[in-house]
């Protein structure tokens, strides 16, 4: 059974940075694309960023120049960087696949202060 531990999340301030990771164990990282979402309070869970198996990758428009993902298939560990927080910013961060296939974790919070 695939698990999905995510990790690095925190409170920082407006235009801070912080370093995301969603270890993947069960099976290997490398037969995968996926995905970060993140989910506010009162929201939707939504896509935020993307990266297929031949390192491709897609984000939300209100991330782009922002938030970089990227994947260590050796590590089995997706990464998000995330630059330049908002306020906006503010959610639990999960990673999946991007049909999200696979059992949630449990997510890491993000606060970002004003």
């Known amino acids: 059974q695939v698990q999905l531990v995510e990790s690095g999340g925190g409170l920082v301030q407006t235009g801070g940075s912080l370093r995301l990771s969603c270890v993947v164990s069960g099976r290997t990282l490398s037969g995968y694309h996926m995905a970060w979402f993140r989910q506010a309070p009162g929201k939707e869970r939504e896509f935020v960023a993307s990266?297929?198996?031949?390192?491709?990758?897609g984000y939300v428009d209100s991330v782009k120049g922002r938030f970089t993902i990227s994947r260590d298939n050796a590590k089995n560990t997706v990464y998000l960087q995330m630059n330049s927080l908002k306020p906006e910013d503010t959610a639990v961060y999960f990673c999946?696949?991007?049909?999200?296939?696979?059992?949630w974790g449990r997510g890491t919070q993000v606060t970002v202060s004003s």
């Open positions: 999946n696949t991007p049909s999200r296939t696979l059992s």
């Open positions: 990266i297929v198996l031949s390192g491709a990758t």
